[in-house]
């Protein structure tokens, strides 16, 4: 199964922007990588996804390097709502499935 | 709301006993996912469906577990002669086959087992 590595956790403060890392050296060309995140007690939420080119939407931005080995989501300005678990996903092309890391766990600090 | 829904959204069941879940996809949604959860793990993978039809399923679901789609609409999780190390958050996610592979699945919150 495709692998991603991210860290354990990080911090921020609320109305700053957070920039969560996820590493992804074994990606192959048709490899889709996606962001979801779950909140204390709920299911996982989809945040956003790309191929090749740096995508944004309402919620995140997502920047994928150039040889797409790594990715950052960009919480442009955290506020409480964001502190969740954030899950960096290979979407392998053979199969439908999510594999999920243990993910990073962002706090937001008032 | 049209979102994905689960019930019942808790459940305590004394070890040995059977217990089934219902998750009712988002209506035009062809694919329809379970995955388990326990705490201070991603979610894990089970099995999925496309519309009636069980096309994958995971090396962790043993005998005891079934999962069912009838009618290509909800779905069920069975559970038999549950034990301790079922305990766990079982969820439900639905999709759209249409969107390929830029498919994005939309989970449901959850139903939390816990076996005594």
């Known amino acids: 199964d495709a692998k991603t590595t991210q860290p354990n956790s990080m911090e921020s403060n609320e109305e700053e922007p957070v920039h969560l890392p996820c590493n992804h050296s074994?990606?192959?060309?048709?490899?889709?990588i996606h962001w979801y995140r779950q909140l204390p007690s709920q299911g996982p939420e989809y945040v956003i996804h790309?191929?090749?080119s740096n995508v944004n939407n309402r919620m995140a931005s997502l920047a994928i390097a150039e040889d797409r080995k790594s990715s950052t989501l960009i919480l442009h300005r955290a506020t409480l709502r964001d502190a969740a678990v954030y899950y960096c996903?290979?979407?392998?092309?053979?199969?439908?499935?999510?594999?999920f890391g243990t993910g990073t766990l962002l706090a937001v600090q008032p | 709301d049209t979102g994905v829904s689960q019930n019942p959204r808790h459940k305590i069941t004394k070890r040995g006993q059977n217990v089934t879940f219902r998750c009712d996809p988002i209506?035009?949604?062809?694919?329809l996912y379970w995955y388990r959860q326990t705490l201070g793990q991603g979610p894990e993978f089970l099995t999925y469906?496309?519309?009636?039809?069980?096309?994958?399923k995971s090396r962790l679901l043993s005998d005891r577990f079934s999962a069912e789609r009838p009618k290509g609409s909800f779905s069920t999780l069975e559970i038999q002669r549950t034990e301790q190390g079922d305990s766990a958050m079982y969820l439900c996610?639905?999709?759209?086959?249409?969107?390929?592979?830029?498919?994005?699945?939309?989970f449901g919150p959850g139903t939390r087992l816990l076996v005594l």
């Open positions: 996610a639905s999709s759209s086959a249409w969107t390929g592979l830029s498919e994005t699945q939309y």
């Open positions: 074994t990606i192959s060309g048709t490899d889709y």
């Open positions: 790309g191929l090749t």
């Open positions: 996903i290979l979407r392998v092309g053979a199969t439908n499935k999510l594999i």
């Open positions: 209506s035009e949604h062809n694919r």
């Open positions: 469906f496309q519309n009636e039809a069980q096309l994958e």
